[in-house]
């Protein structure tokens, strides 16, 4: 699949007059430059722009290089994260800092296959890092540049082999001197000319290269996400200290970072006795809808994998959604 020879150059002008100023986006001497932009490739994994930004800003301004980073406390970085979600992240960006900081002194390496043996960058952000930071011919294929490419070919994304099709237009993508420039404005122009649902084609500099412009927009690019729906229940173990029985992690492939005791509601024979109702929640992550029960009891004694946590305590790190139960638990007393 041929793409036309001046795409890249119209996206990058594109880019030059419109890009949005972010805050990871000025120019700074190397080292800086680094470590913004492995913090904001991180904190932009499943976030949009718009909610990283007041993050990005609190984080660099209490820790300000990847060095400092790297000796900062794991509970210091997830409380700098808290409210962004997928924690994981978080822990991944501090492990990842630490090992550059020991092993390389400040430098990422240069390859897709040693990057991403750093946690947490996988293809995408490995891509990405590589473009940005070495002016390395790569693109980050995110959802943004698979529908740019969607739609410049008129096929649906899953009938396109993204790699292929770089790496055989490879000499039509890249310059020598703005490959890091080409790799952030093709996700620039896809969240804000391509987009998923209004793609502005007549103010699109590329219409005239776009066969989803010129054949009258045959293809549908987006199947719909299937949210799945799935019951489960909390229970929450007070005392009359005020403090609820919390644990560290849980077995559920989500919520990983949840630390209070919650159950997939799998049959009708889930014993309740001693469980007081509290309230449901419908909560939405990714591609799921939970509904969650909330049950609580006071007790002296808690299951093992359990410890007290004061419903107070301030300085401990809790994922948004915890605070909102604890908020609930708090009207109990
Ligand atoms: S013409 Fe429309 S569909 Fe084609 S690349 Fe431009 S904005 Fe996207």
């Known amino acids: 699949m041929h793409l036309n020879n001046n795409l890249s150059k119209k996206i990058t002008r594109w880019y030059d007059n419109n890009k949005r ?37 609190k984080f ?21 994260w808290e409210g962004l979600g997928y924690y994981r992240r978080a822990k991944n960006l501090l492990r990842t800092a630490k090992i550059i900081e020991k092993n390389k002194k400040s430098i990422l390496p240069k390859n897709l296959v040693e990057i991403k043996k750093l946690p947490g960058i996988g293809d995408y952000t490995g891509n990405i890092l590589l473009a940005l930071i070495y002016n ?31 790496e055989k237009n490879r000499d039509k993508l890249f310059s020598h001197s703005r490959n890091s420039d080409f790799a952030e404005a093709i996700m620039e122009f896809g969240a804000l000319i391509c987009k ?3 793609p502005q084609c007549n103010r699109c500099p590329i219409k005239k290269n776009c066969k989803f412009y010129i054949t009258g927009k045959k293809v ?7 949210i799945k729906r799935k019951k489960y229940s909390i229970f929450c173990y007070l005392n009359k200290k005020k403090q609820i029985g919390l644990k560290k992690n849980n ?15 799998k049959s009708k024979t889930l014993s309740l006795k001693n469980w007081n109702f509290l309230c449901n ?30 419903l107070y305590n301030k300085k401990m790190f ?12 708090e009207n109990l007393y």
């Open 196 to 198: 998923p649902q209004d």
């Open 60 to 80: 660099t301004r209490e820790i300000k290089s990847l060095k400092k980073l790297s000796t900062t406390s794991e509970r210091k970085v997830l409380k700098l």
């Open 220 to 226: 549908k690019f987006t199947s719909p996400i299937k």
């Open 136 to 166: 390395q011919p790569r693109l980050g294929i995110d959802g943004n540049v698979k529908r740019v490419i969607s739609r410049i070919t008129n096929k649906h994304s899953k009938n396109i082999n993204f790699e292929e099709i770089i």
């Open 251 to 265: 077995n559920l492939g989500f919520l990983k970072e949840f630390n209070l005791p919650i159950i997939k509601v």
């Open 318 to 329: 809790l994922p948004t959604f915890t605070k909102k139960i604890f908020k609930q638990v």
């Open 21 to 57: 100023i972010l805050p990871w986006r000025v120019n700074f001497n190397s080292d800086k430059k680094l470590y913004y932009r492995i913090l904001s490739e991180f904190m932009l994994q499943q976030t949009q722009v718009k909610t990283v930004i007041p993050y990005f800003n």
């Open 281 to 310: 929640y419908k909560n939405s992550i990714s591609n799921k809808t939970l509904d969650i029960d909330l049950y609580y009891k006071f007790s002296k004694k808690i299951p093992k994998d359990l410890s007290w946590y004061s």
